[in-house]
């Protein structure tokens, strides 16, 4: 099979398909770890039904999601990991304080050979809830179904409010294409423009998944979005909700919701209070739809003892209320560090004669021009059309009349606002530019949040030679891995993030920072946040600026990145150092 690094190759070698003579995924095991312990974890392949289709994917332990580890706060395990894959691979603990060299990035370690393996020394200095996955062709593995939980439970007995029992849910989405996992070239990664969006949702690692709940029970639901991309929004029909906790441990202030966004690698902690008896939807509502993520039937046997009283009694944490004062005069000064997100597209010159090139938007198919523009309702380079597409005629400029499109753009080459033409009668501009205000305002509603693949050709076509993610070190003008931050342990790092609007493809990033700290949101958009947690990720939407506080802890090289695995394995992350 052909080597990872290899790009000089013109041949594409897919990953194997074969599902012969190969173990069913089994669902994953509660695996309680004490200090001390070790655990073995074998990655391997396995099959898996999905609806109509058995598919080949990868496993941890045989199960997907792999083994749940649940350890004490404070302790430390051992973790034997052992390679039997596809390919060389690494183990990353998502969220944890580790030390460095048991990060499991390529940086931190060796990869882990076919055949090979590799012990892994984990901490837990956080309570809460943390995940596993690959950090080599991560678009790759976390697709085949390589991921798991770690549940740290803590030290103090309060840190939670009271439930009757704990459910640990993946949200993940896998795409099928002819009863089998979506093909991927195995020297580089494609979908990279948007992400690879499934088109089966799996909770939990299933396509259907069926829970029952007592009446008046209060089960904690811990979820982590394990998707390559999919932004999740999680709500409850016919129950109520409580968050309480967030990527590490518990939230500065309980509150019930409706709903609560999760950007892949992000978790959330929530109570759901069943108090009336029949069917509840766990669902995934988006601006367009809602999908149904888990059926839960409520029976009318009562949960014991009752709790709804402490459910319905909101806590204040005074442990991050602290932190707000800690933090306040960070709110007002200025960044230590800023980052912009950018997104450069060269999709090829079009072949057609000088000036006939007619070019639209891949998300919008009603925004057409006869220049190279952006779209006026979501920011995306305009891409060429097939030779021989007619050009549009509802508006042009009044001095370039080869200069037409389908909304009141501006023209490019003298500014002026393109007029309704006379071919289309004024009616019809009138509605075309009615149409245009009230997409205007699409990515607002949508939340600045890409919740489906809108552009699915143009999207497998795009990979890392056509698309290129940056993250830009604003202050020195560095990109990706060529910014080179130093720190030292106990810094306090400001850091704006700024997700730019101009852009060839604005779209939201999750952004994560490993284990060289946690950090806190000060603000989005200026606006203070108003409820903390401590973070690893956070999801930076459309245009938006986020500040953020690391607070830097443990020494060594580490790694920051989009967490759109995709974008991650397309070059946009970079690390830096910190003296111990």
């Avoid at 811990?222 to 939230?251: E, P, Q």
């Avoid at 394995?569 to 003296?579: A, C, I, L, N």
Wanted: glycine letters at 8%; one cysteine or more; hydrophobic letters at 40%.
């Amino acid at each position: 099979m052909q080597d990872h690094h290899s790009h000089g190759h013109t041949r594409t070698v897919e990953f194997p398909t074969s599902i012969e003579g190969l173990p069913e995924a089994e669902r994953p095991e509660l695996i309680e770890l004490s200090d001390g312990d070790e655990f073995e974890l074998r990655i391997a392949p396995v099959t898996k039904e999905i609806g109509d289709a058995t598919v080949r994917m990868l496993a941890y332990s045989g199960s997907i999601p792999g083994p749940t580890l649940k350890v004490p706060q404070g302790s430390e395990i051992l973790i034997n990991a052992l390679n039997e894959g596809d390919l060389e691979a690494t183990v990353h603990w998502h969220g944890l304080r580790l030390e460095n060299i048991y990060d499991g990035t390529h940086q931190t370690q060796t990869p882990i050979p076919v055949g090979g393996s590799f012990t892994y020394r984990l901490r837990f200095p956080d309570p809460g809830l943390y995940w596993y996955h690959p950090h080599i062709r991560q678009d790759y593995g976390q697709e085949m179904g390589l991921y798991g939980n770690i549940l740290v439970v803590p030290a103090e007995a309060d840190h939670w409010p009271p439930a009757h029992r704990e459910v640990l849910l993946t949200l993940d989405d896998i795409l099928l294409e002819d009863g089998k996992v979506a093909p991927f070239s195995h020297h580089e990664t494609n979908y990279v423009a948007m992400g690879r969006f499934g088109t089966t949702l799996l909770v939990a690692g299933e396509p259907e998944l069926v829970l029952n709940a007592k009446l008046g029970e209060v089960v904690r639901f811990y979820l982590t979005d394990t998707a390559n991309t999919r932004v999740f929004n999680v709500g409850v029909n016919g129950a109520k909700m409580k968050l309480v906790g967030g990527d590490s441990g518990h939230m500065e202030r309980e509150e019930l919701v409706e709903d609560v966004i999760l950007a892949p690698s992000e978790r959330a902690v929530v109570d759901v209070l069943f108090d009336t008896p029949g069917s509840v939807t766990l669902e995934h509502r988006t601006p367009e739809r809602t999908y149904a993520l888990a059926d839960i039937t409520v029976v009318d046997e009562r949960a014991e003892p009752d709790l709804t009283d402490q459910f319905e009694a909101l806590r204040v944490n005074e442990d991050l209320s602290a932190e707000r004062e800690r933090i306040a005069p960070h709110l007002v000064a200025d960044p230590d560090k800023t980052l912009a997100f950018v997104a450069d597209m060269d999709m090829g010159e079009p072949e057609t004669e000088a000036g006939t090139a007619v070019y639209a938007c891949p998300m919008h198919a009603e925004i057409v021009a006869t220049w190279e523009g952006k779209c006026p309702i979501c920011g995306m380079k305009l891409v060429v059309e097939p030779t021989g597409t007619a050009s549009p005629t509802a508006f042009a400029c009044p001095m370039h009349p080869e200069i037409t499109a389908t909304w009141a753009g501006t023209c490019p080459k003298c500014g002026m606002t393109l007029r309704p033409t006379k071919a289309d009668g004024g009616e019809m501009a009138e509605h075309e530019g009615h149409d245009h205000h009230g997409a205007e305002h699409a990515h607002d509603v949508a939340g600045g949040i890409e919740w489906e693949d809108d552009m699915v050709e143009m999207n497998r076509m795009t990979t890392p030679d056509n698309m290129r993610w940056l993250i830009v070190d604003r202050e020195t003008g560095a990109e990706n891995k060529a910014i080179d931050w130093r720190f030292r342990v106990g810094d306090q790092i400001k850091i704006r993030l700024i997700n730019e609007m101009e852009s060839d493809h604005p779209m939201h990033h999750p952004f994560h920072i490993h284990g060289a700290g946690r950090f806190l949101v000060l603000s989005r958009n200026g606006a203070v946040e108003p409820n903390l947690v401590w973070k690893d990720t956070v999801l930076v939407r459309t245009g938006e600026t986020v500040d953020i506080l690391l607070d830097v802890s443990n020494p060594g090289l580490w790694m920051a990145h989009c967490h759109i695995a995709e974008h991650h394995e397309s070059g946009m992350m970079f690390s830096f150092y910190v003296d111990a």
